[in-house]
């Protein structure tokens, strides 16, 4: 059976700080609750390009003896951008679920299972 509404979208519970200097001051920055889980995804992907290009740029300009290490980090990287991909695909692919759910029941129309 199909549910006519659909559920809220998840949004972040709690606030989470970081950029703390390894403790030698109070966190400089935080995740603020109430983000909704695409914005937070869209924004994830977007650190991650950013990260895979900067660790593939110095993958050019450093040793060979690094450049190993380097790569080990590009792999992690691409990994966790295509899980994050992933996630924002299935995201974007509800909420058009749930528009289309939404015009069908302003419309009138029955729900089809």
């Known amino acids: 059976m ?3 509404v659909p559920d809220p979208p ?3 519970q709690t606030s989470t700080t970081f950029g703390s200097c390894n403790g030698s001051h109070d966190p400089l920055f935080a995740v ?3 983000v909704s889980s695409e914005d937070a995804l869209i924004h994830t992907s977007i650190l991650l390009k950013s990260a895979y290009q900067t660790n593939a740029h110095a993958c ?3 040793s060979t003896e690094v450049r190993g290490l380097l790569w080990a ?3 992690s990287l691409e990994m966790c951008l295509a899980l994050v991909e992933s996630l924002l695909d ?3 692919a509800r909420s058009a679920t749930a528009a289309l759910l939404r015009r069908s029941l ?3 129309q ?3 299972e």
Request: aromatic share 0%.
């Open 2 to 4: 199909t549910k006519p």
């Open 10 to 12: 998840l949004t972040t």
């Open 32 to 34: 603020r609750a109430g």
């Open 60 to 62: 050019e300009k450093v």
């Open 73 to 75: 980090t590009e792999q």
């Open 90 to 92: 299935e995201v974007e």
């Open 106 to 108: 302003q419309a009138g």
């Open 110 to 112: 029955s729900v089809v």
